[in-house]
């Protein structure tokens, strides 16, 4: 059994910045790929980033390229996303889950968070 906690979401104008956090628990961490993931108000759910299990290899939607940053950090079983640049397309509740295999479709994330809400403000 995995848990996932997301932190870090909130309100911001745009072009602020915003750095999102997820920990899990259990020992799978640093085996998994982690991905995060968004949902905007009445909008189906859609990739944001990926990281493979050891921080080496990302991927990101093309909405969010240049601007979020996928990291993470094995020993804190903590992987993050900084935001800069919001716009309030951005706005959505972000989830991060999290994958036994690198992939940016949502069929291979097996445990997800509860989320968290970013509001870029125009």
């Known amino acids: 059994q995995v848990q996932l906690v997301e932190s870090g979401g909130g309100l911001v104008q745009a072009g602020g910045s915003l750095r999102l956090s997820c920990t899990a628990s259990?020992?799978?961490?640093?085996?998994?790929?982690m991905g995060w993931f968004r949902r905007a108000p009445g909008k189906d759910r859609e990739f944001v980033s990926v990281?493979?299990?050891?921080?080496?290899?990302?991927a990101y939607a093309d909405s969010v390229k240049g601007r979020f940053t996928i990291s993470r950090d094995n020993a804190r079983n903590t992987v993050y996303l900084q935001m800069n640049s919001l716009k309030p397309e951005d706005t959505a509740v972000y989830y991060c889950?999290?994958?036994?295999?690198?992939?940016?479709?949502?069929?291979?994330?097996?445990?997800w968070g509860q989320g968290t809400q970013v509001t870029v403000s125009s």
């Open positions: 259990g020992r799978s961490f640093r085996s998994s790929a």
């Open positions: 990281v493979d299990l050891s921080g080496g290899i990302t």
């Open positions: 889950a999290r994958s036994p295999v690198f992939r940016t479709g949502s069929d291979s994330y097996d445990y």
